[in-house]
Nanobody
């Protein structure tokens, strides 16, 4: 299994938007689950969004609905997390992760491959 590669993020002002990208090298056309997790300073990693690739359903944590959008680009083997109207509490590391099924997607222990992490810092 190949580790997902992440890019994007950075330091932004509250109210701005950011895109986080996760490329999964060698991913096949077989649908699988890709999720994004947020790890705020001093807290545990929490799931924020997930999708089943190639047109499958999307899932969001209640706390992020309306501001977070997860997208899949099959041609690029890339899953993007778009965040609008950023808030200081969105600060932290964001990780993408892959597994076969999105059932129990919030459970971080079930993922086979994790990206290296991307830092997002939101200033008020």
């Amino acid at each position: 299994q190949v580790q997902p590669v992440q890019f994007g993020g950075g330091s932004v002002q509250a109210g701005e938007s950011v895109r986080l990208n996760c490329v999964i090298p060698g991913a096949t056309a077989t649908p699988h689950c890709v999720a994004w997790f947020h790890e705020a300073p001093g807290t545990e990693r929490e799931g924020v969004a997930a999708l089943v690739t190639f047109g499958g359903p999307t899932y969001y944590a209640e706390s992020v609905k309306g501001r977070f959008t997860i997208l899949h680009d099959g041609a690029a083997n890339m899953v993007t997390l778009k965040i609008i109207n950023l808030k200081p509490e969105d600060t932290g590391m964001y990780y993408c992760a892959r597994r076969q099924s999105c059932s129990r997607w919030l459970d971080s222990s079930g993922y086979e491959n994790w990206g290296q992490g991307t830092q997002v810092t939101v200033s008020s």
